[in-house]
């Protein structure tokens, strides 16, 4: 099993900025990608970012430009520096770890609740 911790969210004003933070910790080998989704009230959750083990990088296209994914390996932390918030950002944000051991298995954070006021 894999434990995610998140912190890091908020409330913040359009424009401004927020990091993201998630450690993992428990059976943390064979971690490949690592990433950050969000869930608005009535809506999907959706991917923001993810960034592989060998560092490649995925971006929403509503994000990029603004919002930046970078992983500590010898950490087992992902980060998500936020920058230019909007307030259609305002959702609770949820760390993503992909591990593979034969298979892929998919483990969640609790999620983290950012709000972007006008």
């Known amino acids: 099993q894999v434990q995610l911790v998140e912190s890091g969210g908020g409330l913040v004003q359009a424009g401004g900025s927020l990091r993201l933070s998630c450690a993992a910790s428990?059976?943390?080998?064979?971690?490949?990608?690592m990433g950050w989704y969000r869930q608005a009230p009535g809506k999907q959750r959706e991917l923001v970012a993810a960034?592989?083990?060998?560092?490649?990088?995925n971006y929403a296209d509503s994000v990029k430009g603004r919002f930046t994914i970078s992983r500590d390996n010898a950490k087992n932390t992902v980060y998500l520096q936020m920058n230019s918030l909007k307030p259609e950002g305002t959702a609770v944000y949820f760390c993503?770890?992909?591990?593979?051991?034969?298979?892929?298995?998919?483990?969640w954070g609790q999620g983290t609740q950012v709000t972007v006021s006008s």
């Open positions: 993503n770890v992909v591990r593979t051991v034969i298979r892929a298995y998919n483990y």
């Open positions: 428990g059976s943390i080998f064979n971690i490949n990608a």
């Open positions: 960034i592989t083990s060998g560092g490649v990088t």
